[in-house]
Every structure is written in structure tokens, then in C-alpha cells.
């Protein structure tokens, strides 16, 4: 099933983005979901992770304080609001479901079955 992200674009340092991600199709409520973010030459890594519910989450150290995972059961879309971009931020962001095989709400990338096709970010100094 493919996630449709969306809400990415250029920015200047100190701006705010919302992306979103939707899950059409699937119990979305039956899945942890997550955030990564891969820039050229990098491998992608986690920025943010939230469980089913809502309640608990996870943040990269960078983003912390800045960056809010949340997500909308009802309407199947999870959501990262980025404030205070920092050039750094840049980069392609992804969303993703994961697997019910693994225990807790976040893990590593292997864990994770569906992805968004990416959606870019650019913040400029």
C-alpha cells in the first residue's frame, strides 16, 4: 500500500512546515507510524515515531522541542509539524508504517513495511 505524503517545500531558516501522510485502505489505527528523512549521501534515518494511539512518541535529538508528531485515526494521516527549520533540516522525508511482528512503537528502518513516496524539504540560511 503506498502512503501519500505531502506538504514539503522551500523554506527559509526559522520558518515551519506541516507535512502529512495519509494511509488509504488499512486500519490505520492498527499501526505505529513514523517519520524519516534521508539527504543526499545519507542514509535515512528516524526523526519521529508515534504508537497507535497517540500517546507516546519519539523524537530524533535534533528535533526535539521543535518537531510535533501527531497523528488522526479517523481520517487515516499522520502529521509532523516542523517549526524552527534549520538548514540542516533539509532533506527528503518519508513516512512510514510499521511492522505488528516487532514489540514497542519505533525501531529501526528494517522494521518498517510501507513507505511514502518522499516529500522534499528545503530550508534555505
Known amino acids: 500500500v503506498q502512503l501519500q505524503a505531502s506538504g514539503g517545500g522551500s523554506v527559509q531558516a526559522g520558518g515551519s512546515l506541516r507535512l502529512s501522510c495519509l494511509y488509504p485502505g488499512r486500519t490505520f489505527s492498527n499501526y505505529a507510524m513514523a517519520w524519516f528523512r534521508q539527504s543526499p549521501g545519507q542514509e535515512r534515518v528516524l526523526v519521529s515515531a508515534?504508537?497507535?494511539?497517540?500517546?507516546?512518541?519519539f523524537y530524533l535529538d535534533g528535533v526535539k522541542g521543535r518537531f510535533t508528531i501527531s497523528r488522526d485515526n479517523a481520517v487515516n494521516t499522520l502529521y509532523l509539524q516542523m517549526n524552527s527549520l534549520k538548514p540542516e533540516d533539509a532533506a527528503v522525508y518519508y513516512c512510514?508504517?510499521?511492522?505488528?511482528?516487532?514489540?514497542?512503537?519505533?525501531?529501526?528502518?528494517?522494521?518498517?513495511?510501507?513507505w511514502g513516496q518522499g516529500t522534499q524539504v528545503t530550508v534555505s540560511s
Open positions: 512510514a508504517t510499521r511492522s505488528r511482528q516487532y514489540s514497542g512503537w519505533y525501531g529501526g528502518r528494517n522494521e518498517y513495511l510501507d
Open positions: 508515534i504508537d497507535r494511539s497517540g500517546e507516546r512518541t
